[in-house]
């Protein structure tokens, strides 16, 4: 089965960026989505399509992806950045979505 | 305004069955794919199963084929999810979530229900 590898934790203090990164094999040929969770509430949709951000998501959050390797940027980061943040592709070989194993950023 | 409102969990026995709701408004769940999703306490994100906007299509996770069944009113506007012989590990929150339509991203979601399965 598919599978998304994302560091555990990331660090990184207020003003700067961040860069969470998501492991798969080709995932620069699927459409990568991130979602940013705050501890008690849903997940929010922060990018789709590997790059868009829906309305009313700052534009300090941005997404790429190539190769095995999808990254979300978060510029200047604010500490109401502290949150967990996962990818997301559907697999076409299983018909199946796949979550990346989340990210916990902590701002210093 | 688009809102996702789940209900249903509660605390069942291994082995027992439970009843998911997630009644959508401010859209018609027949124009878009419809998913659900779990997280164990303390855990990540886990997709479960997924419905096709057309209904005819359905998705569902390894860990829950067999068991899990999703499946919707179109006339109530209403997604479900049948969980059948649960086991203690099925215990998380259970989120419904919108497929946006453009990349498989959920760009709605509700805000959860618990289900726990303890004896």
């Known amino acids: 089965s598919y599978v998304l590898i994302q560091p555990p934790s990331v660090s990184v203090a207020p003003g700067k960026t961040a860069r969470i990164t998501c492991g798969g094999n080709?995932?620069?040929?699927?459409?990568v989505n991130w979602y940013q969770q705050k501890p008690g509430q849903a997940p929010v949709l922060i990018v789709y399509?590997?790059?868009d951000r829906p309305s009313g998501i700052p534009e300090r959050f941005s997404g790429s992806d190539s190769g095995n390797t999808a990254t979300l940027t978060i510029s200047r980061v604010e500490a109401g950045d502290e949150a967990d943040y996962y990818c997301?592709?559907?697999?076409?070989?299983?018909?199946?979505?796949?979550f990346g194993t989340g990210t916990r950023v902590t701002v210093l | 305004e688009v809102q996702l409102l789940e209900s249903g969990g509660g605390l069942v026995q291994p082995g027992g069955s439970l009843r998911l709701s997630c009644a959508a408004s401010?859209?018609?769940?027949?124009?878009?794919?419809m998913t659900w999703v779990r997280q164990a306490p303390g855990k990540g994100l886990e997709w479960v199963s997924l419905?096709?906007?057309?209904?005819?299509?359905?998705y569902s996770a390894d860990s829950v084929k067999g068991r899990f069944t999703i499946s919707r009113d179109s006339s109530k506007n209403t997604l479900s999810l049948q969980m059948n012989s649960l086991r203690v590990d099925d215990t998380a929150v259970y989120y419904c979530?919108?497929?946006?339509?453009?990349?498989?991203?959920?760009?709605?979601w509700g805000q959860g229900t618990m289900v726990t399965v303890s004896s």
């Open positions: 080709s995932v620069g040929d699927k459409s």
């Open positions: 401010g859209f018609t769940l027949t124009s878009y794919a």
């Open positions: 979530a919108k497929d946006g339509g453009i990349g498989g991203a959920f760009d709605f």
């Open positions: 419905i096709s906007g057309s209904g005819h299509t359905t």
């Open positions: 399509y590997d790059s």
């Open positions: 997301q592709v559907w697999d076409n070989d299983s018909d199946h979505y796949v």
